[in-house]
């Protein structure tokens, strides 16, 4: 029997047993890359004591009887939502849906088709009633297209790095870091807008919540998100092409006037988009229609840099030694059960690992670590703070060649670990630092 006709008799099947679903969403039927990842916003309504539970694509639908609705055909299945990707939002009777299709599956989807089947394929959620009522399902169609312009503005891939390719770059005070730029993959069309901002020092960091784009938001959380300093606006439009690189702030605009790490965050808003919107009348989630171009299923990346202020400078030793950040000389540690050690390569040595050493102002040993070339920072182990039993300790860094000459060196740097802080390590343990 023909799919279509099977799909026909389903619905008839469902409907004549009174068993329609009452849950409604919107979209209902969306245009999604058949060659790539998509992400489109729904919007569910008319949830009464029900829970959203999983979600799967397939290429076939089936009567949900007992259940209310129609369900993916076991046989037809192409995969299911992962949890990385649930961007979930379940609150008074509505539920906001992020749908991330993996490439993988609509490369399945574009397989069946290659085999005969429809160029259309099926996302399915279950809502389980918590009061023993039967479960129901939801299906929304999804067409496959090329991801052009009549598909949902998304962003599916978003990588912010420095032209350095520094993963953390480390500035002397009054310095500017490198440029920054945002290589971003997209479906649709649309105008990108949003705003670059600064985290200073001391400021609480951002959470997962906060570096959602506002079109992956239910409109309730919107408003919801923490702000900081902006340093940039951009509004441009995006042709229907799937990739742009985005250039990032004016860098003297970014602050290097006070120690600390500094972290630069890439906020884009929600912008008006046809094939993006939500009816939220027709879905029953509320009135009006929700605008959710630029949708994202992913928190966006931070950059981070470093000011390292008095540290930058260049050690006695001369210029042939490493620059040590932090701690200080002299500073005393707060407290907290472990602590890092950060430092500046010397481009000039030819430098294979770096060995960190930690003695006590006796020049009794308490630690020595042997980290790769790429490495900037070391985080100590909390253990360190029992063994210095509150004693002045010193610490440096040193380079090393591919047969274990010494390239390069740092001064050493006094650090005092009040004898209030505890170590960590369980009793017995008696792992021992890599020598």
């Not at 949890?83 to 609150?91: E, G, I, N, P, T």
């Not at 602050?255 to 790490?261: C, D, F, I, W």
């Not at 390590?425 to 008696?430: I, K, M, T, V």
Request: charged content about 20%; proline content about 7%.
């Amino acid at each position: 029997m023909p799919r279509a006709a099977r799909l026909g008799l389903a619905i008839v099947a469902a409907c004549s047993a009174g068993l329609g679903a009452q849950v409604r969403v919107n979209p209902t039927g969306v245009s999604v890359n058949a060659m790539d990842a998509t992400t489109v916003f729904l919007s569910f309504g008319g949830l009464r004591s029900q829970r959203p539970t999983e979600a799967f694509w397939c290429g076939e639908l089936v009567s949900a009887a007992p259940a209310r609705g129609l369900k993916c055909d076991p046989a037809t299945l192409f995969g299911r939502l992962p949890l990385r990707y649930d961007q979930s939002r379940l609150a008074s009777g509505s539920f906001t849906d992020i749908m991330s299709i993996p490439a993988s599956v609509a490369r399945l989807a574009y397989q069946a088709a290659e085999r005969g089947a429809t160029s259309t394929f099926f996302y399915v959620r279950r809502f389980e009633s918590t009061t023993g009522a039967p479960d129901e399902y939801v299906a929304v169609t999804c067409r496959l297209t090329g991801g052009g312009a009549r598909s949902p503005f998304s962003l599916t891939d978003v990588q912010v790095e420095y032209e350095t390719k520094d993963a953390v770059p480390f500035i002397v005070a009054g310095g500017s870091p490198p440029q920054i730029s945002a290589r971003i993959k997209y479906n649709g069309t649309g105008h990108l807008v949003g705003r670059w901002e600064i985290v200073l020092p001391g400021e609480e960091p951002p959470t997962a919540h906060d570096l959602l784009t506002q079109g992956s938001l239910p409109p309730a959380e919107r408003s919801s998100q923490r702000r900081y300093t902006e340093l940039e606006r951009f509004n441009i439009f995006l042709a229907p092409d799937g990739r742009v690189t985005l250039p990032g702030p004016d860098v003297r605009r970014l602050p290097t006037s006070v120690e600390g790490t500094y972290r630069v965050l890439l906020r884009v808003e929600a912008t008006d988009d046809r094939e993006s919107d939500s009816n939220l009348s027709d879905a029953g989630a509320g009135t009006g229609v929700l605008h959710n171009g630029a949708v994202a299923g992913f928190p966006l990346p931070i950059l981070r840099y470093v000011v390292a202020g008095d540290g930058a400078r260049t050690p006695r030793d001369g210029a042939s030694g490493l620059r040590l950040f932090g701690p200080r000389d002299g500073d005393t540690l707060s407290n907290i059960g472990a602590f890092t050690l950060m430092w500046a390569p010397n481009e000039r040595a030819r430098t294979t690992f770096y060995r960190v050493e930690l003695e006590t102002d006796k020049g009794d040993p308490l630690l020595s670590a042997l980290l790769p070339q790429t490495a900037r920072r070391y985080d100590a182990p909390s253990w360190i703070a029992e063994r210095a039993k509150g004693r002045a300790v010193r610490w440096r860094v040193t380079g090393l060649s591919s047969d274990g000459a010494r390239t390069v060196s740092s001064v050493w740097r006094s650090l005092r670990i009040p004898a209030t802080l505890q170590g960590s390590a369980p009793a017995g343990d008696s792992r021992q630092p890599r020598q």
